[in-house]
């Protein structure tokens, strides 16, 4: 893998950015399906193939994907369970729940195969199209002109919290971003810590906070007040759950799904079936369903879809029955400064009730309305009127195969993304399976399209939708 290459032989550009395992896999998919073109990494971190999730210093961090179903090769289910047991565990099985930092350097084992893939360590704060491409303006002042160009950007910290005082912020009692590294620093170890949120990312955070030493009472606030369920053997669904041509409603899903849990399907079973599906189904979905989905379901997904790893959700029922993780079922009102730490108030069925702690820690998940991220690159295209918000307000608008959809409703020629941003039109985008599935394909059309390229022209949704049988 070259790094800083300025010069090329070939006379067309790839330019890919960001360089987690949404960009990194789709410039090792076209290395292997031999683009004709130049293939550019954008990330200014030192190493591609981690992102937010596999950059984890702690081993505690577990995949909540088994070995046996996270290799990053499709048409090799088996890959990453070789290569586990090669490097790390030789005793590694199908149902082994390996660390995401261990899983991150399979990721930088796959790309060092490759020495035609270029990085530029910097950041793209500017897009300018061009005739038959585009030129991005690099925060080291440089340009890159490129045919066709990926947003591969991972995910951005989430959405501002209402309610927070300005004082919080700035004393230092609340931090915006559970992965900055500084996050923990000059926490005294006994200290109460509120989390805002139940889901993965709070789970990670009470991880991290025990290895590093935190004994103190540790109380996480949602509205629903649930952790994501745990895995457990089940006997195997061999059907989708909810079939194809079901009605395309809420209510008939959850109903097919309940069906088939009452005639002996084990949820776990049932809902897992539904991964080569799901998708297709949410499509089918009008954006009305999709809207009720999401206000009424989400969550319920969410805490049965992404499960635990079971050596973890051991870790947090015994924290909850000893006492030392408490779980409070409200939603936030204010967090305020107060004489060594916060004052946090939630609205619960009771009534407004206080806690006082020494840090509050946002762990909503990552921030989905682009429009609003910290992102110059990003409020360049909005602005431009390039790309535009999912039809739920979320992520971006994107045809099937990623070409991002303006506001004149066509389809680009340039501009691509896979992975978080997808969720615009998506209900799964954000897991290894999915993000491999659309690295190949897209991977597939750009070597289609980089090899006819001509004079591009904006086309529309339905005939992007061809995937790599479209001929621009």
Request: proline residues 5%.
């Amino acid at each position: 893998m070259n790094t800083g290459d300025t010069e090329s032989k070939i006379g067309k550009t790839i330019a890919i950015i960001g360089g987690g395992v949404s960009g990194s896999l789709t410039a090792y998919h076209l290395i292997e399906q031999h683009a004709q073109a130049r293939i550019v990494v954008i990330d200014p971190r030192p190493e591609l193939g981690l992102g937010l999730a596999y950059s984890t210093p702690s081993f505690r961090h577990l995949l909540n994907v088994p070995a046996g179903k996270i290799s990053a090769l499709p048409t090799q289910p088996e890959h990453f369970l070789s290569w586990l047991r090669a490097n790390y565990d030789a005793e590694a099985t199908t149902d082994t729940f390996a660390s995401r930092a261990v899983f991150g350097r399979y990721i930088r084992a796959l790309l060092e195969e490759s020495s035609e893939i270029e990085q530029i360590r910097a950041t793209v704060v500017d897009y300018r199209p061009v005739p038959a491409g585009g030129v991005l303006l690099l925060s080291d002042g440089s340009e890159l002109r490129a045919e066709l160009v990926v947003l591969a950007t991972g995910n951005f910290v989430p959405s501002t919290l209402h309610g927070v005082s300005k004082e919080a912020t700035l004393s230092g009692t609340y931090r915006h971003n559970a992965w900055l590294p500084d996050t923990f620093d000059g926490l005294e170890s006994d200290a109460p810590v509120t989390l805002i949120g139940t889901g993965l990312t709070g789970v990670d955070v009470l991880l991290r906070l025990r290895e590093l030493g935190h004994r103190g009472i540790i109380t996480a606030v949602s509205r629903h007040g649930v952790f994501p369920n745990r895995h457990a053997p089940y006997t195997l669904v061999r059907h989708s759950a909810i079939p194809i041509g079901t009605p395309a409603t809420c209510l008939a899903y959850l109903r097919v799904l309940r069906a088939a849990i009452r005639d002996g399907a084990e949820w776990r079973a049932a809902i897992d079936s539904l991964r080569s599906t799901t998708n297709e189904l949410w499509i089918a979905l009008p954006h009305r369903e999709q809207a009720r989905f999401r206000r009424h379901l989400m969550r319920r997904w969410d805490i049965v879809r992404h499960r635990m790893a079971p050596p973890i959700a051991d870790l947090i029922e015994a924290e909850l029955a000893v006492g030392s993780l408490v779980v409070r079922k409200g939603n936030l009102v204010s967090v305020e400064a107060s004489t060594g730490g916060a004052t946090v108030k939630i609205r619960t069925s009771r009534g407004l009730e206080e806690l006082a702690t020494g840090r509050v820690i946002n762990c909503t998940g990552p921030g989905m309305d682009y429009r609003r991220v910290d992102s110059p690159l990003l409020r360049s295209l909005f602005s431009q009127r390039l790309v535009t918000t999912g039809p739920l307000g979320g992520g971006f608008d994107s045809s099937e195969c990623g070409a991002m959809i303006g506001v004149n409703g066509l389809a680009s020629p340039v501009l691509f993304n896979l992975g978080p941003g997808r969720l615009g039109t998506l209900l799964e985008s954000i897991a290894i399976p999915e993000i491999r599935q659309q690295a190949v394909q897209l991977a597939m059309m750009l070597v289609q399209r980089i090899g006819n390229l001509e004079q591009p022209k904006s086309i529309s949704r339905s005939q992007a939708s061809n995937g790599i049988h479209t001929r621009w």
